[in-house]
């Protein structure tokens, strides 16, 4: 079985600050971890997503995450928000086992607020 | 290019009602999902399909819950004599389902709501 842990629920930082969004996973097999974010009234989109390969994952706007198999963790982070960046973000993971390794399991989400 | 699209985007049903909500993916995917977002929560996956066959559906939480993708594009999730506890954000999303990659590209989704 495989599980998310997004061990904040709200973080909120100010223009210019880094932002770091925490995530754990359990997983049985080696698994695909990604990152979506979600904007109000808008589809979710990919951030970047690791797959087996290195372990720093460069993704979109300047987000990146750090796939720790020892800490089982996938934290987000950015050197420097933006206002733009305040959306949800989902960590999510696939572990691929028993032929179901289309299925994504999400985490609960992180609401970043971006202060002026 | 064009998108996921969903419709409608919003929907209002009376307890009881049946509804049926549409999922074009984008063209080309083979493979297509639904998943439930209820509020304050993360999407939970409740079936997929590959082509027109539905591969998965343990997701689905009831009986009332059917859906179906007849050609292989578009799908159509149909929920009959609807509740309360329906009431979500059911996201669909496509995938080529490359190896190592299984993107899945979502919609905007359809926010149900039963009153």
């Known amino acids: 079985a495989q599980s998310v842990t997004q061990l904040d629920s709200h973080v909120s930082v100010s223009e210019g600050t880094p932002v770091l969004l925490r995530c754990n996973y359990s997983?049985?097999?080696?698994?695909?971890l990604f990152w979506y974010v979600q904007h109000p009234n808008k589809g979710l989109q990919l951030l970047l997503k690791?797959?087996?390969?290195?372990?720093l994952v460069k993704g979109i706007n300047g987000f990146e995450a750090e796939f720790k198999k020892s800490e089982t963790s996938f934290h987000l982070t950015k050197p420097s928000a933006h206002m733009s960046d305040a959306a949800e973000y989902f960590c999510v993971v696939s572990d691929r086992s028993g032929g179901s390794n289309y299925k994504l399991t999400f985490g609960k989400g992180t609401l970043l607020t971006v202060n002026p | 290019g064009a998108g996921v699209s969903q419709s409608p985007r919003y929907k209002v049903a009376k307890r009881g009602q049946d509804v049926a909500l549409r999922c074009d993916p984008i063209s080309g995917h083979v493979s297509l999902f639904w998943y439930q977002q209820a509020l304050g929560q993360g999407p939970e996956f409740l079936t997929y399909f590959q082509n027109e066959a539905q591969l998965d559906k343990s997701g689905l939480p009831s009986d009332r819950f059917f859906a179906e993708r007849p050609e292989g594009s578009v799908s159509t999730l149909k929920i009959q004599r609807t509740q309360q506890e329906d009431s979500a954000v059911y996201l669909c999303?496509?995938?080529?389902?490359?190896?190592?990659?299984?993107?899945?590209?979502f919609g905007p989704g359809t926010r149900l709501t039963v009153t």
């Open positions: 999303a496509s995938s080529l389902i490359r190896l190592l990659t299984y993107e899945q590209y």
């Open positions: 690791y797959t087996s390969a290195a372990t």
């Open positions: 997983s049985s097999y080696s698994p695909s």
